[in-house]
């Protein structure tokens, strides 16, 4: 893993992909192996909204997290440099690792370029990637059923494609080999020139060879990426959007893995019910007696079932549940499918109550880039 020795100026590496690709498992395990290496990182989690779950998974592995909320780095330009600036106040990273929005695109131009023209003589740009779920992949390209996003969202799945420097195929160990291969060919094939890997981000298979790329090449300068930003605009519309912080009380000790799992399978099953298309769902819960713990869950799609890639060490009776969720139906829907869970949940042998302390929900706003460099060169 290698930084010029040379270049004084901090790398800044944005790592891009939809909703439910694995780019968190991926930027932990990069900033896991660049801390490793000496390097200093800091990172940058964005969001339509506030009360990230990907934010508190990267601090409760010790690292430095600067959020912003309220649109996506395009819209939120001025945010994103001054993020950085408090991140290099506090610990002047060496590297700065940026996961903008799951259902945001044409990042080159209204992020990577633009930083690189104002603010060139403090940042190195690293090539975008763009990472996907293959199952979620092949069924918007068409080798598979059974995708039951609409055109609109679709179009903003393929621009994200479309647009990056290096496409990364996840989650390899959990596909058939044949279908990574296959995924791989029809990329090739409506994206040529676009380099492509595949790796695991959660057993770490490929993933050297990846970051070392990320670290040893410079963005490019191309044609930025044609966009029709009403067909755009439409498509992220169509996404509800919810987020929200629960406070957990259970009279008997429970365990932490199983709430979460109970919670989103009740979700699941009713957003399923409504034929809303689930993008993600991501939970923590972390408990309130100061041992800093973190349980976390996921949940990709509604043909899954939940996945808890963190636990807890004991049973809890207090804590707070932070809940993200997004998928194709009106933000109402998914609010309903909560306080559903919640009251089924109450009603257990045991019960569980969860009280809502604040909640987001909402439907994302048209994207306004601060700026949009369409002719940039080296």
Known sequence: MTLSATDSRARYIMIGGFLGAGKSTAILKLAQRLRAAGRTVGLITNDQGIDLVDTAFMRSHG???????????????????????????????????????????????????????????AFSIAPLSVVLDPTRARRVLGLDDDSRFSSKVRYIYRKQIEEADLIVINK??????????????????????????????????GLPAWFDHLLANDLKSG?????????????????????????????EPVEGTAVLESLANRVRDTLTGRSAEIAHMKMTLAPDDGSNELAVLNLVRNDVVPEASQALSDPLTTGELVLNVR?????????????DAIRKLARRSTPLSLTISHVEQFQPAPPEPTHRDTNQTE
């Open 63 to 121: 690292f430095d997290v600067e959020e912003i909320a309220g649109g996506c780095f395009c819209c939120r330009f001025d945010s994103l440099k001054d993020a950085a600036d408090r991140l290099t106040m506090k610990m002047r990273p060496d590297v700065f690792i940026a996961e903008p929005v799951g259902s945001c695109t044409d990042l080159i131009a209204t992020v990577s370029y633009p930083l690189r023209r104002l603010y060139g003589d």
């Open 172 to 205: 390899i160990d959990g596909i058939d080999a044949n279908a990574v291969q296959e995924l791989t060919q029809r990329l090739r094939d409506e994206f040529p020139d676009r380099e492509i890997r595949s790796v695991s981000a959660r057993t770490e298979i």
């Open 223 to 251: 044609n930025p990426l044609t966009i029709d930003y009403e067909t755009y605009a439409e498509g992220e519309a169509l996404l509800g959007w919810l987020n929200a912080t629960l406070t957990l009380q259970s009279p």
């Open 327 to 339: 998928a194709e139906c009106d933000a109402t829907e998914i609010r309903a499918a909560l306080d």
